[in-house]
Antibody
């Protein structure tokens, strides 16, 4: 059974860089059939797609976040990572990682999510 | 403001049917049959309920159905049950530059 697990600091200071890693188990991140993505959800608000990456390193980013986001992949560790720079309180959210089958452009497997708070 | 527009809330009694709308544009919902719906219970990760407008993943009840007309997609839940009370989000492919957009979410209350 495929599992995804987010990890990283739960507290980040304003203007610093938020860094999270998603570890994939029960399946290979190098599969040619899937993208891997990050989605966030501010407290009490809706879902926002951040970006997605293919095992080759090809990426798609939300245009509204593109200038601050970097998503990378480490196939040797079966992990992919998110970096969001120059964070503010508005970036406080639960961050989810998820799998995207290429053909359907959906999120079929999700991590449990991790809350990241931006505060000094 | 979300790219796709959903009603903030809907409600229904057990056994009834409800429909949640998701209105986009000709650049997303109207151009691609790649609309999906997610159910989210409090404190939980979203769960895929419908994909490619009207397809159900294995294990999802056939009480859930999806459709699309023009720039508006819809999720219908028939035979409402207490366990259906949750937030529902639509999502659409929006082309190679924007890629993906979500709706703002709809809170379903089972009375």
């Amino acid at each position: 059974q495929l599992q995804l697990q987010e990890s990283g600091p739960g507290l980040v200071k304003p203007s610093e860089t938020l860094s999270l890693t998603c570890t994939v188990s029960g399946g290979s991140i190098s599969s040619s059939s899937y993208y891997w993505g990050w989605i966030r959800q501010p407290p009490g608000k809706g879902l926002e797609w951040i970006g997605s990456i293919y095992y080759s390193g090809s990426t798609y980013y939300n245009p509204s976040l593109k200038s601050r986001v970097t998503i990378s992949v480490d196939t040797s560790k079966n992990q992919f990572s998110l970096k969001l720079s120059s964070v503010t309180a508005a970036d406080t959210a639960v961050y989810y990682c998820a799998r995207l089958p290429l053909a359907a452009v959906i999120f079929d497997y999700w991590g449990q999510g991790t809350l990241v708070t931006v505060s000094s | 403001q979300s790219a796709l527009t959903q009603p903030a809330s809907v409600s229904g009694s057990p056994g009834q049917s409800i429909t949640i709308s998701c209105t986009g544009t000709s650049s997303d919902v109207g151009s691609y049959n790649l609309v999906s719906w997610y159910q989210q219970h409090p404190g939980k990760a979203p769960k895929l309920m419908i994909y490619e407008v009207s397809k159900r993943p294995s294990g999802v009840s056939n009480r859930f159905s999806g459709s699309k007309s023009g720039n508006t997609a819809s999720l219908t839940i028939s035979g409402l049950q207490a366990e259906d009370e949750a937030d529902y989000y639509c999502c659409s492919y929006a082309g190679s530059s924007t890629f993906l957009v979500f709706g703002g979410g709809t809170k379903l209350t089972v009375l």
